[in-house]
């Protein structure tokens, strides 16, 4: 998880720095693993949205709708104990304002 983070950090930073508050839908698909306990994952996709989605990023204020919308898709695919591996797909868009 901690690698997640690093890149969604490295992503704001290389894109030139700037910020914005985001609207994410976060989605964890662990088909791929066989797992059977899915509360892991659940816990992940849920702990990924609320600190994807509450943290401030800027010091400006947004309205609701003037936040960026996006979807991560992660796919699972090896778990093994409390270390795992995955793939990652972002898609956003800006609203038009």
Same mark, same amino acid.
């Given at each position: 998880?901690? $690698?997640?983070?690093?890149?969604?950090?490295?992503?704001? %930073?290389?894109?030139?720095?700037?910020?914005?508050?985001?609207? /994410?839908?976060?989605?964890?698909?662990?088909? #791929?693993?066989?797992?059977?306990?899915? #509360? %892991?994952?659940?816990?992940?996709? !849920?702990?990924?949205?609320?600190?994807?989605?509450?943290?401030?990023?800027?010091?400006?204020?947004?309205?609701?709708?003037? !936040?960026? $919308? /996006?979807?991560?898709?992660?796919?699972?695919?090896?778990?093994?104990?409390? !270390?795992?591996?995955?793939?990652?797909?972002?898609?956003?868009? !800006?609203?038009?304002?």
């Amino acid at each position: 998880m901690r $690698n997640l983070l690093v890149i969604i950090f490295s992503i704001g %930073i290389l894109t030139g720095g700037s910020a914005q508050e985001l609207n /994410c839908t976060i989605t964890v698909n662990s088909d #791929q693993v066989g797992q059977t306990n899915q #509360q %892991i994952f659940r816990t992940l996709e !849920r702990s990924l949205t609320d600190f994807v989605n509450k943290t401030k990023w800027t010091n400006r204020v947004y309205k609701e709708n003037e !936040r960026l $919308n /996006c979807r991560m898709f992660i796919t699972v695919t090896n778990f093994d104990s409390n !270390r795992f591996e995955a793939n990652i797909q972002i898609q956003s868009s !800006r609203p038009v304002i």
